[in-house]
């Protein structure tokens, strides 16, 4: 399994840097499409207070010990395939052995969500005909909320 983990760049363009990357990604570390994963976790990038995000990026690549004789090769293309999304980059990287890693795929339900396999849920009021006024959880509430807690009335 490879994982990059994108630190310092917004999470929608390295969804859309995962789409791009990773077939080569597991042609050059010679594995399938399934074993490439990419992660943007909910984060910023700071320095001295201000925010670096997409002016800093920094890649952590964990991957298994036995592709550390290509690491040069996997920076070059990640630091000149992402583009210009970024002004600075970095990449890091951490090993690990086999025996290190363990896993568990549930084989009732596919291995990845994919557009083949999306089943959209419907809500109680998605429906063609239109809400009648009043109906749904979205409407307005005009009336007095606390008529019952009036003193005096």
Known sequence: ???????????FVVGHLSRELTPLIAKLYEVEEDEVNFIAPSSMTFHKGTEQTSWNLLIHVHAPMKVSVIQDKMADLLLNGIGEVAIHKAVEFYYYSQDNRVEKINKNYPRFIAE??????????????????????????????????????
Do not use: C, R, S, W
């Not at 399994?1 to 999470?11: E, K, P, R, S, V």
């Not at 998605?126 to 409407?139: A, K, V």
């Open 1 to 11: 399994m490879i994982t990059l983990i994108f630190y310092g760049l917004d999470q």
């Open 116 to 153: 083949e396999n999306l089943v959209l849920a419907e809500d109680e009021h998605d429906h063609d005909e239109e809400l009648e006024e009043g109906e749904g959880n979205d409407q307005i509430f005009t009336g007095d909320a606390f008529k019952d807690f009036n003193p005096g009335d």
